[in-house]
């Protein structure tokens, strides 16, 4: 009886140390596809932190690069970020990184999002017709990388760090990484337009001197809008008369103008507007509005413009 019972507890003790080793395989296993997932995509991000600065550094000085080389080069930076959002999608997440790759992955599928935009809309808003509209398209896409930024700091960092932390997983954090640069000029309209005005070659260079913009008026049916609400009867298809006044020392050309109203947008555009000369356009508002609205009217910076407080201007009106 004593053998076998010696005999048992041994057998016993085996089995033990048995499942013991194989449960520190698997947990090792475990945490080295963790550790494995956190360093793929740190090394993602580096990529990525680097992409940032080749693309905020040749906008913020495109040196003697012309207009086909800039415009060759933001394709290079959004193919680039092609591959991350790919090799981002490719991730096998283990364990319970699950929500952080969801997260990941919109990242990324923003930052692509964002760059493919930047990149279509780069030869119009260096070119003449329609630079100043591909320019706004340009810097809400700005907007769009600041969302990413952020989605990345609240959510995906603080998670694979968090969970290779309850792992016991240590030097395998993955680091910031912030696409936009901090300044938050790039989020200005009149930004994007001073630096792409600056690129060899751009026919939406600035001239030397002062340049700058002015909405002077704006009228509804000859009836001036201001600070008071304005009723506005029979009209079934309403025209915006918008006045701009050029105070630069400049001739400003292909000016353009903006009215927004209950998530509709419409654009017009003045051609030519002579230094310290008066321009003005109209703009059919279709469909046309009813009932009580806000009507946002916006000037486009041009380029080299500094001030563009007095470029826009709300009104309320009410149609019957």
Known sequence: MLRRGLALGGGLIVLILLVLGVKGCLDA????ALSDYADNVTQIVEETDQTSKTFFGKLAD?????????????????????????????LSAPGDMGRAQNALELTYELRASAMGEIADQMPTALGDAGAAKATASI????????????????????????????NGIEGSDVPKSVFLPEETKWLEESSVSSALGSISGSTG????????????????????????????????????????ENQGE??????????????????????????????????????????????????????GEQITENNEASFTVVFE
């Open 29 to 32: 296993r475990a945490n080295r």
């Open 205 to 244: 260079a600035a001239t030397p001197g002062v340049h700058g913009l002015e909405l002077t008026g704006v009228s509804i049916a000859g009836t001036e809008l201001g600070e008071e609400v304005v009723t506005i009867s029979g009209e079934e298809a309403p025209e915006v008369e918008v006045s701009v």
């Open 139 to 166: 810097a809400r896409q700005m907007r769009k990388l600041l969302a990413a930024d952020t989605l990345y700091a609240a959510i995906v960092r603080p998670e694979i760090n968090g969970v290779l932390a309850n």
């Open 250 to 303: 400049s001739t400003e050309n292909g000016v353009g103008v903006s009215v927004s109203f209950g998530g509709t947008e419409v654009q017009g555009s003045i051609e030519s507007i002579g230094a310290a000369e008066t321009g003005s356009t109209s703009i059919l508002l279709t469909p046309p509005p009813s009932g009580e609205v806000t009507l946002e009217v916006k000037v486009e910076p041009v380029p």
């Open 62 to 90: 495109p040196g003697t690069l012309s207009v086909t080389e800039f415009t060759a080069e933001v394709n290079a930076d959004r193919s680039a970020m092609d591959n991350y959002a790919s090799r981002v999608d490719g």
